[in-house]
């Protein structure tokens, strides 16, 4: 999008927005197939109203982009496994190849998912190995970049550049600390609680607003209903050797919930993933209680109407207010406007600082929309790896002097040592220009 589009807004935010939409439209489909019509209404419902997923398809955080890509994984190794076909099968290796790309936690999710229902499918004689083999076949060859990109990163080879394909040795690598004994703190009571985290608050504004949890509270009964059911789906469906939907939601459930207590802080975005499941939970539950009794149906509705309503009044007033107005780029406008107005001021040879929390760099390339080549090309690292300077634009402060531009984004963190000089200032917003007198 970035390369079509150019760094903006709207090239963050899109890849979310579309794969949320076909998302939601896979995952019914799948549901109609094995549940029916009404149920596929439900999911439908659910995708719509959640706050986990109507938050994170309006949030362009690239962790999010499991969670589409794991109902496409999960979509089309069902129809595999339902046509017996190899051609679905290579297809399937190809979307769980390209899921692996969305994040690094896919890494140990998608062999925990297919090591459990390949291995099922292998006893109940519902796969040959013919078929494992034209789906591991693309598989393997889309990971092999990123086992590359692994190897480099942690030192083992030496970066790749050709004239049509590079791995580099990235600016930084961010590794989550991954081991058992993660375990201990993830299942003890208090703030590190893994359910706790997935259900009701990770500390996260971002992925989770507390008054509602990510489900709303109230679907925390109806979720374990739905997961007891489809333990029972997934019981008979073993017994009589069948093939079971049930069976691969209950992989992902709980590879996703593994995952999610093995490596370090856990939060929402990391195990986005076991919402497909919760989702697929609560549905069957749903339909279970409008079987035995319309009028609990209908009043359930309107419980979810009414959280939903008051969760999207909370959702467009107040949550901007309590969340930083840097990550939801509330305050990029103000930025345009404010380095705008640096380059009036600017004589040709003063230095622009941006500076500011959250790394002021990124709002200062989005702002001018600067194309990753560009900026790959002009910027310079301090010792550390922090972007320190780019073109004109410099990002860390050393000491205030009288001869430059200071264009601050976090009005309560203002130098003290600009009130010794005579600036000038303009605010715009939330970001506040100091520059120095023409002449």
């Not at 190794?77 to 297809?91: H, I, P, T």
């Not at 994040?103 to 078929?131: C, E, H, Q």
């Not at 989702?279 to 209908?298: D, H, N, Q, V």
Request: hydrophobic residues 50%; neutral net charge; contains cysteine.
């Amino acid at each position: 999008m970035i390369k079509i589009f150019g760094y903006s807004v709207i090239s963050v935010r899109l890849p979310a927005i579309l794969l949320s939409l076909a998302s939601a439209l896979a995952m019914t489909l799948t549901v109609r197939k094995e549940l029916g019509n009404t149920a596929s209404v439900i999911t439908m419902l659910f995708f719509c109203i959640l706050p986990f997923s109507f938050m994170h398809s309006r949030w362009g955080l690239d962790a999010y982009l499991l969670f589409p890509m794991m109902i496409f994984s999960v979509t089309v190794f069902y129809y595999a496994v339902q046509s017996e076909k190899a051609r679905w099968f290579f297809l399937s290796g190809i979307v769980f190849g390209l899921t692996l790309y969305s994040y690094s936690v896919s890494f140990m999710l998608v062999p925990a998912l297919l090591g459990i229902s390949l291995i099922y499918l292998l006893i109940i004689r519902k796969v040959t190995w013919k078929n494992i083999i034209a789906l591991g076949i693309p598989l393997f060859l889309l990971a092999v970049p990123l086992m590359l990109m692994l190897a480099i990163n942690n030192g083992l080879i030496g970066e790749i550049r050709t004239r049509f394909f590079s791995i580099p040795q990235l600016i930084s690598y961010g590794v989550t600390e991954v081991g058992f004994i993660n375990m201990i703190n993830c299942l003890k009571f208090g703030p590190n609680n893994v359910f706790y985290n997935l259900f009701i608050n990770d500390n996260l504004l971002y992925n989770v607003v507390p008054a509602f949890g990510t489900i709303y509270y109230v679907s925390i009964p109806l979720f374990l209903y739905g997961l007891f059911l489809s333990v029972k789906r997934c019981i008979r469906a073993v017994k009589e050797k069948d093939i079971s939907f049930d069976l691969i939601m209950l992989s992902l459930f709980f590879a996703v919930l593994l995952v999610s207590m093995i490596i370090d802080k856990t939060n929402v975005n990391r195990s986005s993933g076991i919402y497909i499941s919760i989702i697929y939970f609560l549905t069957l539950g749903c339909l279970e209680i409008l079987k035995k009794s319309r009028k609990a149906a209908m009043a359930a509705a309107v419980v979810y109407l009414v959280s939903f309503a008051f969760f999207l009044n909370y959702y467009f007033t107040d949550f901007s207010r309590d969340l930083d107005s840097d990550i939801l780029f509330a305050s990029v406008s103000d930025l345009d406007d404010a380095l705008d107005f640096a380059e009036t001021v600017y004589q040709g040879d003063e230095t622009v600082y941006v500076l500011g929390r959250s790394r002021p760099y990124i709002y200062t390339l989005l702002s001018r929309q600067v194309d990753p080549y560009t900026f790959n090309e002009k910027m310079i690292l301090s010792n550390d790896g922090y972007v320190k300077i780019f073109d004109k634009y410099r990002f860390r402060l050393d000491a205030v002097l009288p001869d430059c531009i200071y264009v601050l984004t976090d009005l309560n963190d203002i130098p003290a040592d600009i009130e010794k000089f005579d600036f000038l200032s303009e605010q715009f917003g939330s970001v506040v220009v100091y520059y120095p007198k023409p002449g």
